[in-house]
């Protein structure tokens, strides 16, 4: 009964509806700035979504533009834009910029760079299970990609240092792994509230998520975030675990 009078005073006092209960418990009824820091840093932001072929640059991108995920799989191919939208998850309203969805191809690497050299928010899709299973293909390649975006961020980063120095206030772009297809893994689909801390944890002390971390330039540099996107809620999910790095990190 006291949870239940809590939430609708902070309804009706905050205009904040509270997200699920499994991912953000309640810092929105007790914390209300937190609803405040979360739509200041990620509205109108430049998103980058960076990856090879497979890992669900298009199915993010779509969620984030219309809240919906694509009924079946597509390539992209080429470089393709994509208009601004708003995004609205249990009350917080968030307007994502336009963009552009670009290959997963190496031969992409040039579009790539461009993407980031605009972008607010730099996002690298990598499979987890592939990870995991410490498939050599997919661990080859994320180290490759990792390097190629380190390159750019180093340089954006001596780009928006100079701005600073002459009174231009922009920040370098904020650099996330998104580690995904978490569902193809046994162990994931059996986690509770409980334990799911514990899954990151052995996730991140992979030696080849080590190496990728350590290339990013460590986790002062890059946030690493997990899960799934099989269906509608699962993806909401992993969007709030990435919402709340800002104000949990940052």
Not at 8 to 21: F, L, N, V, Y
Not at 62 to 91: R, V, W
Not at 121 to 143: F, M, W
Request: glycine fraction near 8%.
């Amino acid at each position: 009964m006291i949870a239940e009078w809590l939430y609708k005073k902070a309804e009706i006092g905050c205009g904040i509806i509270a997200p699920p209960s499994s991912y953000l418990p309640l810092p929105w009824i007790f914390y209300p700035w937190l609803y405040k820091t979360l739509k200041a840093f990620w509205t109108q932001k430049k998103i980058a979504g960076l990856g090879a072929r497979g890992v669900g640059k298009t199915h993010l991108i779509q969620f984030l533009q219309t809240g919906t995920i694509p009924k079946q799989y597509k390539q992209t191919g080429g470089t393709i834009p994509y208009p601004e939208a708003k995004l609205s998850l249990d009350g917080l309203n968030l307007k994502i910029t336009e963009g552009f969805d670009v290959s997963g191809d190496t031969s992409a690497y040039a579009e790539w760079e461009k993407i980031v050299e605009y972008a607010d928010i730099v996002l690298y899709l990598v499979r987890a299970d592939l990870l995991i299973q410490e498939d050599v293909l997919t661990i080859k390649r994320a180290e490759s990609d990792i390097k190629h975006i380190k390159g750019w961020l180093d340089s954006q980063t001596s780009y928006h240092d100079a701005l600073k120095k002459v009174g231009f206030l922009k920040n370098a772009p904020r650099f996330y792994i998104l580690g995904t297809h978490c569902d193809q893994d046994s162990n994931f689909n059996k986690l509770t509230s409980f334990n799911s801390g514990d899954y990151q944890d052995k996730f991140m002390q992979i030696p080849a998520v080590k190496r990728l971390i350590s290339q990013a330039g460590g986790l002062t540099k890059v946030k690493v975030i997990m899960g799934s996107m099989k269906t509608q809620e699962q993806t909401k999910e992993l969007v709030y675990k990435l919402l709340q790095q800002e104000n949990i990190n940052g």
